[in-house]
């Protein structure tokens, strides 16, 4: 293959330098350390780790980019816990502020889709005792009684470690009661980040790293597959990111169960860190990029373009990422209430469609487990046909 890694071989790095071993061992499929990882970040350009993400990125998927027409179900945005860069709980005594919704408030939600093409309903939200485990398995009941074929993709690691405590049961046989109800993929967030102490203190109280690990390897030894994430660009360092990504890598080669790795970026509207500041799009951007490098053994790189635009999104494409969320008519509300870029997260599968066929890739729409369900590639809208000119009335002078 003659790509732009040849052009980085044949460029001007010194048979010794660094550069020339990182496109060496990334070009011969091999895994990076997490000095090298480091490295890339404290001294590597953007061009240089998006031309090696791209490679990586292309190996993998080709030009294959995917998207899954989902909606999300928030039921609650009160929480026991007050994480520090979260803009979207609000705690029980705020509670006028927030919203708390009942079964029949979310059934309502999954039957306006009733006639929609969607495949999956992501469930997540903020933790309270009143939504424990037999509130949730009679839910996740419901909307399988009610729409059996669509894929239940519901709460995190935070969520299942305090409904399992509290109804004084193991992580294994909470998850299998999970996923006799209905379950059947689990979403990446609540990993923030893996450093005890910056986990502390940003996001103290809730499950621990080692929690979050355990839950997911246990959930993979059910046959079930999940996500993960990183919240990036608050107090961590870089040195954090690379224990971070190393330590889903290590889960990752015992379990084989992690479907895609989603960076999220630290935004800084309303919550107890708005005093930082947001770092740059070449920051998010290397972010991606080396993400794709160092997660050898991870399918998927995922972008939520509400978070950070649809430009970015479309340069994120050439930085490794592969899958972009956040389809159509989205009802999430935890990017606008963070500051993102798109306040309002909605975008028709045509606009997304031809947000990825704009950049030369190849726009497919696939389910939760990556199968493919359309080929977006040549598909032509209805609305874009060409209809012919009006037959105007023939004016005759004569
Ligand atoms: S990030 Fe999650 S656990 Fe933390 S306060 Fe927000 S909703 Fe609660």
Same mark, same amino acid.
């Given at each position: ?8 071989? &044949? ?9 020339? $071993? ?13 000095? %090298?990882?480091?490295?890339?970040? +404290? /001294?590597?350009?953007?061009?240089? #780790? ?5 490679? !990586? ?10 998207? /899954? ?10 929480? #026991?816990? &007050? ?5 979207? &709980? $609000? ?29 999956? #309903? ?35 690691? !935070? ?23 209905? #379950? ?12 005890? %102490? ?37 107090? +961590? ?11 889903? $890598? &290590? ?20 919550? %107890? ?36 635009? $649809? ?9 490794? !990422? ?51 369900? /359309?080929?977006?590639?040549?598909? !032509? ?18």
């Amino acid at each position: 293959m003659d790509t732009n890694i040849d052009i980085l071989l &044949s460029g001007t790095y010194s048979d010794q330098s660094i550069e020339r $071993r990182l496109v060496e061992k990334v070009k011969a499929n091999q895994r990076i350390t997490p000095e %090298e990882g480091l490295w890339l970040y +404290e /001294n590597a350009e953007l061009s240089f #780790v998006s031309m090696l993400a791209d490679f !990586v990125r292309k190996r993998k998927n080709g030009l294959n980019t995917f998207f /899954n027409r989902n909606f999300h179900i928030e039921p609650t945005n009160l929480c #026991v816990y &007050s994480c520090s860069f979260c803009s979207y &709980s $609000r705690l029980i005594k705020q509670r006028h502020e927030g919203w708390e919704y009942t079964h029949d408030d979310m059934m309502e939600m999954v039957k306006k889709y009733d006639d929609q093409p969607v495949t999956e #309903v992501h469930i997540v939200g903020g933790v309270l005792p009143q939504y424990d485990l037999a509130f949730y398995t009679k839910l996740f009941k419901e909307i399988k009684k009610h729409r059996p074929e669509l894929h239940i993709k519901a709460l995190t690691p !935070v969520e299942y470690h305090y409904i399992f405590k509290k109804a004084k049961v193991s992580y294994k046989e909470g998850l299998e009661q999970i996923i006799a109800s209905g #379950v059947e993929s689990m979403p990446g967030g609540g990993a923030e980040i893996f450093d005890e %102490e910056i986990r502390d203190k940003i996001a103290g109280g809730k499950c621990s790293t080692a929690q979050w690990l355990e839950m997911h390897e246990i959930w993979h030894g059910l046959g079930k597959k999940s996500n993960a994430t990183m919240l990036y660009g608050h107090i +961590e360092t870089y040195a954090h990111r690379i224990d971070h990504l190393d330590r889903l $890598r &290590s889960l990752q080669d015992k379990t084989g169960g992690f479907q895609t790795f989603i960076p999220l970026k630290f935004r800084n509207k309303d919550n %107890e860190m708005s005093y930082l500041p947001e770092c740059s799009v070449i920051e998010d951007l290397k972010n991606y990029a080396i993400s794709r490098i160092y997660l050898d053994n991870f399918d998927h790189i995922k972008a939520y373009w509400p978070m950070i635009g $649809r430009t970015v999104a479309q340069l994120s494409l050439n930085c490794g !990422v592969d899958d972009l969320d956040g389809t159509i008519d989205d009802t999430t509300k935890i990017y606008s209430m963070a500051g993102s870029e798109e306040q309002n997260p909605a975008m028709s599968t045509k606009d997304l469609v031809m947000l990825i066929r704009e950049t030369g890739f190849k726009p497919l729409e696939r389910d939760t487990l990556y199968n493919i369900m /359309n080929d977006f590639s040549e598909t !032509v809208f209805e609305e874009d046909e060409f209809k012919g000119y009006l037959s105007l009335p023939v004016v005759n002078n004569n």
